[in-house]
C-alpha cells in the first residue's frame, strides 16, 4: 500500500494561512488523496479530498503536485479551533473496500 | 448527518474475557473498519469489511476478530483480551470507493 509522509508538527499563528504538506511519493494512478484532521478527545473527521485538480471546499484547500507525489493542506485563516492533529491518507478506487491506511499526521498548534 | 455510533465510550475488562465492540452506521454505507488508535502511533487499520458476511484483515489483525451480519454493524471481538490491547478503537464507515469516511467518537478500552 502507498505510504504518506508528513512533519510530526507544525505551528502557526491565529488568522494566519497554513500550509501542511503530504508526501506520497509511491502514489498510484488510483489513489484518491484525503485529508482528515482530529480534535482532542473525538474520531477524525473529513476535511478534504481529490484525483488531480486542486479542490476547494468550505474547509479548506487542497493543492495537488503534477505528478501527484505531494499535496498540500491550505488552511487560509487559522483559528484556535483549527488546532488538531491532520491526517493525509490515500485511498485506493481500484479496489471494493477502498483500504484506508492513516499515518502519524500533523500536530497544529495554532497561536493567538 | 451521518451517523456512526460506538456501543461503549468507555469500558474497562480484565485479561481474557471476551470483548466485543460493536459499531452501527446509519447511511447504508457498504465500507466499514475499525481502527486501534495508540500515543505516538497514529490510527491503525485493524480490519475493514466492503459487504455484508466480508471481510479483509488490516495491519495489525493479531489477536481480533470481526463479525458483519448486517450492513449497517460492524462488530470488533477481542477473543481473550491483554493488557496490550488496551488502546482507543475507532470505527468508521464510507461508501464504496473513494468517498469520505465518517468516524465513531471512539471506544476506549482499558484492560487490566
Known amino acids: 500500500d502507498a505510504k504518506t509522509t508528513q512533519p510530526n508538527s507544525m505551528e502557526s499563528n491565529e488568522e494566519e494561512p497554513v500550509h501542511l504538506p503530504c508526501n506520497h511519493s509511491?502514489?498510484?494512478?488510483?489513489?484518491?488523496i484525503h485529508w482528515y484532521r482530529q480534535l482532542p478527545s473525538q474520531g477524525p473527521e473529513y476535511v478534504i479530498h481529490g484525483l488531480t485538480s486542486n479542490v476547494n471546499n468550505r474547509m479548506a484547500s487542497l493543492a495537488i503536485a503534477e505528478d501527484r507525489k505531494s499535496s498540500t493542506l491550505i488552511l487560509h485563516r487559522a483559528t484556535l479551533r483549527d488546532a488538531a492533529v491532520y491526517y493525509c491518507i490515500l485511498r485506493d478506487n481500484n479496489t471494493n473496500a477502498g483500504k484506508s491506511t492513516f499515518g502519524d499526521g500533523t500536530t497544529l498548534t495554532v497561536k493567538p | 448527518d451521518v451517523k456512526v455510533t460506538q456501543s461503549s465510550r468507555y469500558l474497562v475488562k480484565r485479561t481474557g474475557e471476551k470483548v466485543f465492540l460493536e459499531c452501527v452506521q446509519d447511511?447504508?454505507?457498504?465500507?466499514m473498519f475499525w481502527y486501534r488508535q495508540d500515543p505516538g502511533l497514529g490510527l491503525r487499520l485493524i480490519y475493514f469489511s466492503y459487504d455484508v458476511k466480508m471481510k479483509e484483515k488490516g495491519d495489525i489483525p493479531e489477536g481480533y476478530s470481526v463479525s458483519r451480519e448486517k450492513k449497517e454493524r460492524f462488530s470488533l471481538i477481542l477473543e481473550s483480551a491483554s493488557t496490550n490491547q488496551t488502546s482507543m478503537y475507532l470505527c468508521?464507515?464510507?461508501?464504496?470507493?473513494?468517498?469520505?469516511?465518517?468516524f465513531g467518537e471512539g471506544s476506549r478500552l482499558t484492560v487490566l
Open positions: 509511491t502514489i498510484s494512478g488510483t489513489d484518491y
Open positions: 468508521a464507515s464510507g461508501i464504496r470507493g473513494t468517498g469520505e469516511l465518517f
Open positions: 447511511m447504508d454505507h457498504e465500507n
